[in-house]
């Protein structure tokens, strides 16, 4: 039986139809535009739980956000920065984190999205809206949600259960920018949810370079 389809906003009946959309996507990054390029930031601060509570801990962090080609889902247009960011606490070489993943920029519903993969055993989909020229935005993610979701491997999700998350981002006129990353832990024998917090400010060290049809196009 088929179904009744009237459509999805703001796209219409027509799922197959693709956009050609701009080959340059640093001119199409909206409120992540000041986000392309090598970062450093060296306050890291975060709090995490450890046996006897709260342990924090500084960090150093190396984020790089590249511009991809754009995405297409038949009519979705989206434009977006590939990112790997890599911390390690202050005058060590061991990993502390690492992340890597992908932000988008979908201009016809302002919409953000973070992918999130960690070695860990853990990935997300978070999203959130923002005007195009945004200074600051917000992505959220919940566990059990088909949308923007949780997903972590079994002993993760027994003992410390992410039951939600969220980064706030927040970019500077210095040229700089900011993040807070929350996410909300259930440990077991804790009579309340643990906020695992991270916060940092990053200073560009390196440009972005241009996707590859922007290069293609300027005969790069």
Do not use: C
Not at 150 to 165: C, E, G, K, M, V
Not at 173 to 200: A, C, K, M
Request: net charge negative; glycine share 12%; aromatic share 10%.
């Amino acid at each position: 039986m088929a179904m009744n389809f009237t459509g999805i906003e703001p796209y219409g009946d027509d799922l197959f139809t693709e956009p050609d959309g701009d080959p340059d996507t640093l001119s199409r990054l909206g409120p992540l535009t000041a986000l392309a390029g090598v970062w450093e930031g060296t306050r890291g601060d975060d709090e995490h739980p450890s046996a006897d509570g709260t342990e924090r801990d500084a960090f150093v962090e190396r984020y790089e956000l590249q511009p991809i080609d754009r995405q297409t889902n038949g009519p979705q247009l989206l434009y977006g920065l590939r990112y790997h960011t890599h911390i390690v606490k202050p005058g060590e070489s061991e990993t502390f984190h690492d992340q890597v993943g992908y932000w988008l920029w979908e201009p016809a519903t302002g919409t953000v999205t973070l992918t999130l993969g960690i070695p860990r055993g853990q990935v997300l989909l978070a999203g959130g809206t923002a005007e195009q020229d945004a200074s600051e935005f917000e992505v959220r993610a919940a566990v059990g949600s088909e949308v923007y979701g949780i997903l972590s491997n079994p002993f993760l999700d027994q003992a410390f259960r992410t039951l939600s998350y969220r980064m706030h981002v927040v970019t500077h006129p210095d040229g700089t920018w900011s993040y807070e990353e929350e996410g909300v832990l259930e440990i077991p024998d804790r009579d309340q949810p643990f906020h695992h917090i991270d916060r940092n400010t990053l200073t560009r060290i390196g440009p972005p370079t241009p996707n590859p049809l922007a290069r293609e196009g300027s005969g790069g």
